[in-house]
């Protein structure tokens, strides 16, 4: 398949997700989570684990913007200042987010992260593994074909050198559905692991991180 040229299923599923967040009015469900606040950050904040200093962050799937505003004011509170990007396959859900974040509207962008050509490069990207269009498989939360590829496009071209690209699974609490073992996962892929974090009791959210080094293309 063609970067560009995501089934027209797994387009229909992205359109249906962003009527459902617009529906929601807490920016919380507005960005597809329901357990509250208290879950909210101890679900998202160990994403934190990977960002050791000051840096561009960007999230992939960033919907109306909230995890970042978040991400930026858990990092304040310890003593690093992230500057946020956002990326939304959803047009309603980009200017959501630019009208819950004026002074950030040039940051916020829409595109589909799996033909997406960045425009810059960031120090940290943030990104799931559902926005890879899923062949013929459960488009639940398992990790499709085109996943590696998906990877190694946003490393080669979204992350600096010295950079990190950072991956996240979102397991369910409701339905029981633990969060994928990201560094099986991506180890499978051929990736180097740097590390990994994980959040909610019981474990609800995984995170693990890859690095781009310095010296790469
Ligand atoms: C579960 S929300 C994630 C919200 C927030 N970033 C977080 O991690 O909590 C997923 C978002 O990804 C967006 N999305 C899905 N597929 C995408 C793709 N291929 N490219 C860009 N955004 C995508 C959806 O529109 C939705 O807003």
């Given at each position: 398949m063609q970067a560009g040229s995501p089934p027209a299923e797994f387009r229909e599923q992205q359109r249906a997700l962003e009527r459902a967040y617009l529906a929601e009015s807490d920016p919380i469900r507005q960005s597809g989570f329901s357990g509250g606040p208290r879950r909210w950050r101890a679900e998202r904040?160990?994403?934190?684990?990977?960002?050791p200093a000051d840096g561009d962050f960007l999230d992939i799937g960033?919907?109306?913007?909230y995890l970042l505003q978040c991400l930026v004011a858990w990092a304040g509170e310890r003593g690093i200042r992230l500057n946020p990007y956002g990326l939304d396959v959803g047009a309603r859900l980009i200017d959501l987010a630019k009208h819950r974040w004026p002074e950030r509207a040039d940051q916020l962008w829409v595109g589909d992260a799996w033909s997406w050509n960045p425009p810059r490069r960031f120090d940290y990207v943030y990104t799931l593994l559902e926005y890879v269009p899923f062949l013929g498989e459960s488009p639940d939360i398992r990790p499709g074909p085109l996943v590696r590829l998906y990877l190694e496009r946003l490393l080669g071209k979204a992350v600096r050198p010295g950079g990190r690209l950072i991956v996240g699974s979102y397991g369910s609490r409701s339905r029981g559905v633990p969060p994928l073992d990201l560094r099986s996962t991506l180890e499978d892929y051929g990736f180097q692991v740097a590390g990994t974090a994980e959040g909610g009791s019981p474990i609800t959210t995984r995170f693990a991180w890859v690095d781009r080094h310095e010296a790469g293309p």
């Open positions: 904040e160990p994403i934190l684990e990977a960002v960033c919907a109306n913007g």
